[in-house]
């Protein structure tokens, strides 16, 4: 039983490092570890087992500086990185065009491999975030992928240079907010509720 607690408090652990980044080295991530990433989304469950998501993996650096400026950040407060805190790959998630499920299982089967593929890139000391696309077909056109596909969530990837630190929600405010460091270098605050505001009741 020690070490099934072990385990649980390891995952929930890194549960909570799992953070989503916004400034990067602006450094390539090889494309070995972009696969080692994409295995949480190969395992992931997906409804009716359908298996209708697929992916784009990029690390070149022309494509990375263009889908950076494809993808809205940090549309919280008025700070946006620059070019030079721009991550240095991407996972781009797709489905067909028209979906062949309901909007309700693909973008359910999405959450799930977002967070297993953000867990093993933070594993691998790794930041992502995740955002959903608004210049589709920007998209497509920068990754000459054809109109037969709808992309539906773009993860940026890199090694991170802000620190999230996890707060306590005052005041119902859950807006982030960061704090500029040095040399690109950031401590980004993120307010979450307790787990009682979160828990309707207990029957």
Partial sequence: ???????????????????????FKNISVPMDDLMRVIEGAHFSSAGANKQFLRYVLVNDKDICSRLFKDVVW?????????????PGGYIVIFTDNPPKLPLNFIYADCGIALQNMKLIATSLGYGVNFMEPVKKDDI???????????????????VPTDEVVLTVVENENMKYWRENLENHNYKHFVPKL??????????
């Fill in 1 to 23: 039983m020690k070490i099934l607690w072990r385990i649980k408090m390891e995952i929930l652990d890194l549960i909570k490092k799992a953070r989503s980044h916004r400034s």
């Fill in 74 to 86: 940090a549309s919280q407060i008025e700070w946006k990185p620059t070019e030079d805190e721009a």
């Fill in 140 to 158: 497509l056109e920068t990754l000459n992928i054809s109109k037969e596909y709808i992309p539906l969530f773009v993860m940026p990837i890199g």
């Fill in 194 to 203: 307790s787990l009682d505001q979160l828990i309707i009741k207990k029957i």
